[in-house]
């Protein structure tokens, strides 16, 4: 099981402007772990934002397709959220998760929340108009 999550690169910016989170992880690699994007509003359920499997096959959600794009840093085990053309609904905490996973887990489409087992503290991002 991975063992902590540790999101950071949250930050405010002006809709149409770009942030990169990122998203290390402990206890486990990359090459055995299913990643996910996820955030919530105040008032609003959490969301599914993207995932990434151990053969980084990823998916995303309909909102942010085309504007969001991950990549990874095998070597630390960071995960990294490339966020631009960013719009003030975009406004959230966000959180990475993970589980433990050889299977490919973004095949068929986002994983709820109550997949993953080990969850970051969250960064915010904040986008005015």
């Known amino acids: 099981q991975v063992q902590l999550v540790m999101e950071s690169g949250g930050g405010s910016v002006q809709a149409g402007g770009s942030l990169r989170l990122s998203c290390v992880i402990s206890?486990?690699?990359?090459?055995?772990?299913?990643m996910g994007w996820f955030r919530q509003a105040p008032g609003k359920e959490r969301e599914a934002v993207a995932v990434?499997?151990?053969?980084?096959?990823?998916r995303f959600a309909d909102s942010v397709k085309g504007r969001f794009t991950m990549s990874k840093d095998n070597a630390k085990d960071t995960l990294f959220l490339q966020m631009n053309s960013l719009k003030p609904e975009d406004t959230a905490k966000y959180y990475c998760?993970?589980?433990?996973?050889?299977?490919?887990?973004?095949?068929?489409?986002?994983?709820?929340?109550?997949?993953?087992?080990?969850w970051g503290q969250g960064t915010q991002v904040t986008v005015s108009s």
């Open positions: 990434i499997d151990r053969y980084s096959h990823s």
């Open positions: 998760a993970a589980k433990r996973d050889y299977t490919s887990c973004a095949s068929l489409s986002l994983p709820a929340a109550s997949y993953y087992d080990t």
């Open positions: 206890g486990d690699t990359f090459g055995n772990t299913c």
